[in-house]
């Protein structure tokens, strides 16, 4: 059994097609997306269309919640007043320019998503088992203890923190994709992860190239802030230097 596994897609219409070509390839069963599918690119609808002609299964993200539901903010937790203004421009055209079947599709969404794979449960979730917007990464072993604990899988797929890790903590492996369509890592090239189920969980992190500039002069043309086609050329949260 082979799974891809995505996330962080954020309207990113270009990454997001040539990841999809790439699980194409290398033959995935499935595809999971653990969440954060809009926002900061100028494709939303596309994006949301897509995964419905594909029949990709995902859980809800903070920023597919607030523009579900019309939420003034993402909770995203900028730390920069700079950065929070173009977030809040970004979810503002991203609440305006969403259709009514997105917005539907992205309300639908559950919180967790769960079933069984050769090896044992698999569990999939955005950010953490607190909330939509609680920030894990691959050193906060406690926090991954609990979650492991708490929902007894074998293998636990996460999003929202835009960098990705694959780590193993007492018999659990949790796996984290990094962000198809905006990375923080200071790498701009999609990521995405494979988890080929055999004997064990084998993960693979994987990057690939795709059109940036393309998806900067669409999201550049909507009206969006050009300051995100900064973010998006370095792989970073924020267009400072």
């Known amino acids: 059994m082979r799974i891809g596994i995505i996330s962080d897609v954020h309207s990113n219409y270009e990454a997001l097609k040539a990841v999809l070509r790439e699980l194409s ?3 995935v069963d499935r595809i999971i997306n653990a969440g954060d599918n809009v926002g900061y690119s100028a494709f939303p609808n596309e994006c949301i269309e897509l995964f419905k002609a594909e029949g990709i299964e995902g859980v809800i993200g903070n920023y597919d919640e607030a523009v579900a539901f019309c939420r003034p903010i993402c909770g995203c937790g900028y730390k920069d007043p700079e950065v929070a203004r173009i977030g809040h421009l ?9 259709s ?3 917005k539907e599709y992205l309300a639908g969404l559950p919180k967790h998503l769960k079933f069984e794979s050769p090896l044992g449960k698999v569990f999939a979730l955005h950010g953490g088992l607190e909330g939509l917007t609680q920030w894990i990464t691959e050193k906060d072993t406690n926090l991954l203890k609990d979650i492991a604990q708490k929902t007894g899988a074998r293998l636990v797929i996460m999003g929202h923190i835009h960098k990705p890790f ?4 007492e018999g659990t492996t949790f796996v984290n994709p990094g962000a198809v369509g905006r990375p923080f890592d200071g790498n701009p090239r999609a990521s995405f992860a494979i988890v080929e189920i055999a004997d064990t969980f084998n993960v693979r992190l994987k990057r690939i190239e795709y059109d940036v ?3 900067i002069h669409a999201l550049m043309n ?5 300051e995100i086609g900064i973010m998006l050329r370095k792989g970073r949260d924020t267009h400072l230097a």
Do not use: F, M, Y
Request: aromatic fraction near 4%; hydrophobic fraction near 25%; glycine fraction near 8%.
């Open 213 to 215: 500039e393309k998806n």
């Open 166 to 169: 694959v780590t193993e903590i």
């Open 100 to 102: 009514d079947k997105t």
């Open 90 to 98: 970004s979810l503002t055209w991203t609440q305006e320019n969403a």
């Open 25 to 27: 390839r290398e033959g």
């Open 222 to 226: 909507a009206g969006l802030p050009h």
